[in-house]
């Protein structure tokens, strides 16, 4: 006859439960031991010795206060007494007006003293080339430039050597229109002694003119022109 088990009592029944029972218990030891960590506390300082022998002592001084000297006595005041007795010179002040008479007499010297050399661009009057005396005024100053660039252009010959040479530029020209309308007083500058010496022959061919006028008063008039030399 074989022993019969009470089902119940069957340990088999709960193996599952157990094993998974006992793994969770081992993985939150595991856990829980990788979590573990240890500090230890170390502490460091310096002791800082103080000596008693360092210490200084201070001396309290006492500060003695002097009064300052006393001011000085004012000064009498002396009264000096003048008796008037000196005889004060009365000067007298002359008239500084002029009279109409001098005003005129000093205008007409300044007048007759009126030498001076007046541009051609600010004249009133500018000196007149012949064929422009019927020009009205206002265009009297075109007209002298044309007809000097006419005069230019007439009488213009290259020089040969500087044509040679291979020389060429602008020569500036300066000369002065006197009070009876000659020309005098010629300047030239320009790259070559040729090309000035050129420019100074045409500018001597220039004819007499009607002088310019400032203040209805022929006056000296500086003009200035430029001539091209330009190899074609």
Not at 62 to 88: N, R, S
Not at 114 to 131: K, R, S
Not at 189 to 213: Q, S, V, Y
Request: proline content about 9%; hydrophobic content about 35%; glycine content about 4%.
């Amino acid at each position: 006859m074989q022993p019969k088990k009470n089902p119940n009592s069957d340990l088999r029944n709960y193996s599952r439960l157990l094993l998974a029972f006992g793994l969770c218990i081992v993985l939150f030891v595991s856990w829980q031991a990788i979590e573990f960590k240890t500090y230890e506390a170390v502490y460091d300082y310096e002791s800082l010795n103080v000596d008693d022998d360092d210490d200084e002592e201070i001396p309290i001084t006492e500060q003695i206060k002097t009064p300052p000297p006393p001011p000085p006595p004012p000064a009498p005041e002396i009264i000096e007494v003048v008796e008037d007795e000196e005889e004060i010179e009365e000067t007298i002040i002359e008239s500084t007006e002029t009279d109409q008479e001098e005003i005129v007499e000093e205008v007409e010297v300044m007048e007759e003293d009126l030498d001076l050399d007046i541009p051609f661009a600010i004249i009133e009057d500018v000196p007149l080339f012949p064929g422009c005396e019927r020009v009205a005024k206002s265009k009297r100053r075109q007209c002298f430039q044309e007809q000097m660039n006419k005069h230019i252009s007439k009488n213009f010959r290259y020089p040969e050597i500087a044509q040679e040479m291979g020389i060429q530029g602008r020569v500036f020209v300066q000369f002065m229109i006197g009070k009876d309308g000659s020309i005098s007083g010629i300047r030239t500058r320009g790259p070559d002694k040729n090309l000035e010496k050129e420019a100074k022959r045409i500018i001597d061919k220039l004819p007499k003119m009607t002088p310019g006028k400032q203040r209805g008063r022929p006056v000296r008039v500086p003009f200035s022109i430029p001539i091209t030399f330009r190899l074609q």
